[in-house]
């Protein structure tokens, strides 16, 4: 006997998040979400359909090249971030009384 995999059902709520994810970022989601591109697509053009969004146009070179930029910040920013809270942390532990920071 062969094993069947239950098909995935996802709320209205939970396909137009996704869908403006998609919408107001450009970015291409699925696979961070464990959907597949062409479902959502569909997600996307429906949602589209019904906000009465103009379809996605194509960006000149200077709004690309500030996008990069603009997502290479957020990934340095999201990287200083991180390191921060692992230093907050680590200090804290330094810091309270009964616990070694030395693991």
């Known amino acids: 006997m062969g094993t069947t995999k239950k098909r995935s059902t996802?709320?209205?709520e939970y396909r137009r998040?996704?869908?403006?994810?998609?919408?107001?970022t450009g970015r291409t989601i699925a696979a961070e979400i464990r959907v597949g591109a062409?479902?959502?697509?569909?997600w996307v053009q429906l949602e589209r359909d019904r906000i009465g969004a103009p379809p996605e146009t194509a960006?000149?070179?200077s709004e690309r090249a500030e996008l990069e930029?603009?997502?290479r910040e957020n990934t340095e920013l999201?990287?200083?971030n991180e390191f921060l809270g692992k230093a907050a942390a680590f200090f804290a532990a330094k810091n309270t009384p009964g616990r070694s920071a030395s693991r």
């Open 10 to 12: 996802y709320t209205p």
């Open 17 to 24: 998040e996704a869908a403006h994810l998609v919408i107001d």
């Open 38 to 42: 062409q479902l959502l697509g569909r």
């Open 59 to 61: 960006l000149d070179a």
């Open 69 to 71: 930029r603009l997502r």
């Open 78 to 80: 999201r990287l200083d």
